[in-house]
């Protein structure tokens, strides 16, 4: 069965850091590229980091460039997305998605290129 699973969500405050990560089981996640997505309440779902699956090549949205970092552990089967200085505007469920690219290179912030979601976790920024 494959599955996604996030983790690491939670409270924290303006300027704080948090921890994402994402366990893959039932395929083999080193031939995925992966993506991080967010959805906050009456916005549709972003895109907000993904890293290919052969030399780790990774892409930001702007917004956050310079503060989230992702990165994987193909050994592990886990995707991690740190986040730094923190910000209300980051409040939302963040997913954790796998997508098939023939390009091995190549990753995109575009939902429907990805085919595996996790259930997401919850990221609040708030004082």
């Known amino acids: 069965q494959v599955q996604l699973v996030e983790s690491g969500g939670g409270l924290v405050q303006p300027g704080g850091s948090l921890r994402l990560s994402c366990a893959a089981s039932?395929?083999?996640?080193?031939?995925?590229?992966v993506g991080w997505f967010r959805q906050a309440p009456g916005k549709e779902r972003e895109g907000v980091s993904c890293i290919s699956s052969s030399d780790g090549r990774a892409s930001y949205v702007y917004s956050v460039k310079g503060r989230f970092t992702i990165s994987r552990d193909n050994a592990k089967n886990t995707i991690d997305l740190q986040m730094n200085s923190l910000k209300p505007e980051d409040t939302a469920v963040y997913y954790c998605?796998?997508?098939?690219?023939?390009?091995?290179?190549?990753?995109?912030?575009?939902?429907?290129?990805?085919?595996?979601w996790g259930q997401g976790t919850q990221v609040t920024v708030s004082s």
């Open positions: 998605a796998a997508g098939y690219y023939t390009d091995s290179q190549r990753c995109d912030l575009v939902v429907n290129e990805y085919e595996y």
């Open positions: 039932g395929f083999s996640l080193p031939f995925y590229a």
